[in-house]
């Protein structure tokens, strides 16, 4: 793609257009603004040959210029002396270079004609390129401005999470407080070692008791049955 193609290219591009279909904006005005810059480089570079060859078709026709009206002053001087035949002779000279002088005064023309279109041109792509750079600083912001806000958030929900398990252990530490309190009023109500040994060797005490009540009962009938018939 040649430099002046290219350049009229990114003056008609849409560069929010380009950043909305970006999967990165921000690598994509960077790469815009360095197609750009670049751009400006090489077209500057050539707008200096076409300003240099503008002069020198400035000093061919002002030289060519001269031809002609030195040919012009032979054609006269020649008239002077009756000299008919030299006069028409310089005059052919002179409409030759005056054939020349009119294409070179078309190639000024023609060059001052690109050298204006440059000017419009080079203006515009800088234009785009402040506009760009402009782009680039709105989506620096708007990403810090986007990193803070995520970072607030994340400090609210991380402070809110120790608030919350804050509240835990503090709720937890009531309910340790509420139990020791219980504990603490069932304190004297315990029965003493001794005393809950003894009452536990009482009920021991009954279940044998039971037990031997249940043994005299079961071989005393027995007993009675052998007196009565002798039977085992």
Known sequence: MGIYSRMTDIINSNINALLDRAEDPQKMIRLIIQEMEDTLVEVRSSSAKVLAERKLAERRRRQVEMEAESWEQKARLALSKNREDLARAALQEKRIIEEELALVAT????TDEHIAQ???ELGQLQQKLGDAKAKQKALSMRSKTVHSRIQVKRQMQREG???ALG????????IDHL???LESMDLGREVPPDLAAEIQSLQEDEQINAELARLRKEMGETGAVRADGETA
Not at 107 to 110: A, L
């Open 107 to 110: 190639e000024v023309k023609s």
């Open 118 to 120: 440059l000017n419009e």
């Open 161 to 163: 999470l120790d608030d």
């Open 167 to 174: 509240k835990f252990d503090r709720f937890e530490r009531r």
């Open 179 to 181: 139990e020791s309190q």
